[in-house]
């Protein structure tokens, strides 16, 4: 019988924290997990980088989840196996209002679920939302990094280079635009939606790395003001698991 951790390869629920830290980005664990007391690798297969450490004198764990919704299906199933209760996503996105500007923070409060995996779980009136546990936390640990955060709904899709080539793709995310939608990613709607069905506390903070120019088309994928930015989310996701901890032990949450 296939192990249920078959792709994150960790059977050892010891190895792993019950608060992960999800980038997409295998390049960004180690700098995520800088943060962590005594860090040490765990596992390393296909997309899925392991990190495991303390913070604040509790397990936590980063792991990469490469990109799009199957991946992020794959790691949240096999994390909630092993006993993980609280998954964040420390992601980019690309602007859809010219108010979000290079390197600031996205806290998404629910997703657009433009995705085919969440599908595969529930219909499409099931909403994708962050847990309030985390929602809270995330807004008071921007604050204390004081970096600017903006918060709400973000849409996320399957394919990064499609709308170009759908016009029906082109016209609803155009309506979206309309609609407040702040930005565009790809995994935050598996992830909340999971996070709703499993009873998992799940949330989302993106960095935005495109902003719309005056011309109304896309600037930049990287740079400085990116990476400063994007080292300011990192340091708000560290700050946000240990409010949670704080929170956790004090009402002796399990």
Do not use: W
Not at 49 to 56: H, L, P
Not at 65 to 93: D, F, K, Q, W
Not at 99 to 122: H, P, Q, W
């Amino acid at each position: 019988m296939e192990s249920p951790t078959f792709h994150i390869r960790i059977s050892d629920a010891e190895k792993i924290g019950k608060y992960v830290l999800l980038p997409g980005d295998r390049g960004r664990v180690e700098r995520i997990a800088k943060y962590f007391e005594n860090p040490v690798h765990v596992a390393k297969n296909r997309e899925y980088f392991t990190i495991t450490g303390e913070i604040s004198g509790e397990r936590v764990s980063v792991m990469s989840t490469g990109m799009g919704g199957p991946c992020m299906a794959i790691a949240v199933e096999e994390l909630r196996a092993l006993g993980v209760h609280t998954l964040i996503r420390v992601g980019s996105a690309g602007s859809l209002q010219k108010k979000l500007k290079m390197g600031e923070g996205v806290i998404v409060t629910g997703a657009v679920r433009d995705d085919g995996t969440s599908g595969s779980y529930v219909p499409e009136i099931y909403p994708a939302v962050a847990h309030h546990h985390v929602l809270r936390a995330l807004e008071k640990a921007a604050a204390i990094v004081e970096h600017r955060c903006h918060m709400g709904i973000v849409l996320s899709t399957d394919s990064y280079y499609g709308a170009r080539f759908n016009s029906e793709t082109a016209k609803m995310i155009g309506l979206l635009k309309k609609a407040n939608t702040l930005c565009v990613e790809m995994e935050s709607s598996t992830l909340l939606t999971l996070g709703g069905v499993f009873g998992l506390r799940t949330g989302s903070i993106l960095t935005i790395r495109e902003e719309i120019g005056e011309d109304e088309t896309l600037k930049a994928q990287a740079g400085e003001v990116f990476e400063d930015g994007l080292e300011k989310c990192i340091q708000i996701s560290i700050k946000t698991l240990e409010l949670i901890i704080e929170k956790d032990r004090l009402f002796k949450f399990d």
